[in-house]
């Protein structure tokens, strides 16, 4: 009985100590959201939560011609899959693909709103957590972030090696978004295990509580009754 006893003491500090190191890892999700629009671009990164059966959809208007890139991850939750359309003002569907993870795609913009819908109507209790961002597929120099209106075809060594740290910073900036995803996403499917385990445990924690006790009262009884037949005889 001592020996089971400390085994689940044992076993409640293994998991508290692991609750413990998880929460000192905990990702805020707002370091993932945010949203920046200006004249000479158009970015936008959001985390939102989506409901079991439930379709959610934004909307962005844009006024040029150009490519942009179309991003979306699923952080958290059931299978890790989500349903995704884009459609054109003149409602058009552009891209639909259905239960993926992630996927990454260019697209060709035009005057008007352009929606951007998630679904997860297939799932029936799983909550889960999306990541999506739209950006240009070439970002603007900063000669044309300085208002200079395109970019100069003949620089000076100091202007390309701001160009170059512009680009180097964007796409530092691009990996830091990519590991705070994977490590929120690493983060969900640690406590999901961390879960089942400890609810397991005290299951089978329980059920040997229960034959032990069941097992000593069963044995009492033959002993019991040994003595009283002794007394009869």
Not at 62 to 71: D, M, P, R, V
Not at 99 to 118: L, P, Q
Not at 138 to 161: N, Q, Y
Not at 171 to 176: A, E, M, P, R, S
Request: some cysteine; proline content about 2%.
């Amino acid at each position: 009985m001592g020996t089971i006893l400390l085994c689940g003491l044992v076993l409640y500090h293994v998991t508290f100590a692991a609750t413990q190191q998880l929460e000192g890892q905990q990702v805020v999700d707002n370091d993932i959201k945010y949203t920046d629009e200006s004249e000479w671009q158009k970015i936008s990164e959001l985390t939102f939560e989506i409901a079991d059966n439930d379709e959610v959809c934004f909307y962005e208007t844009f006024k040029t011609g150009e490519k942009y890139f179309f991003e979306y991850q699923v952080v958290k939750g059931g299978n890790y899959d989500i349903d995704a359309e884009i459609k054109s003002p003149r409602g058009k569907s552009l891209y639909k693909e259905t239960k993926r993870k992630s996927d990454k795609i260019v697209f060709d913009t035009g005057n008007g709103d352009f929606s951007f819908c998630f679904g997860n109507r297939f799932s029936t209790f799983s909550h889960k957590t999306v990541y999506f961002s739209i950006r240009p597929e070439d970002l603007p120099s900063l000669a044309v972030r300085a208002g200079k209106g395109r970019r100069p075809t003949v620089m000076t060594s100091l202007e390309a090696s701001l160009e170059q740290i512009n680009d180097d910073t964007q796409d530092t900036i691009d990996f830091q978004t990519a590991y705070r995803l994977r490590e929120a996403s690493g983060r969900s499917f640690a406590e999901a295990v961390l879960t089942s385990i400890t609810w397991w445990s005290f299951l089978y924690s329980a059920v040997i509580i229960i034959a032990t006790f069941g097992q000593t009262f069963i044995l009492k009884t033959f002993f019991a009754n040994s003595i009283k037949s002794k007394h009869i005889t």
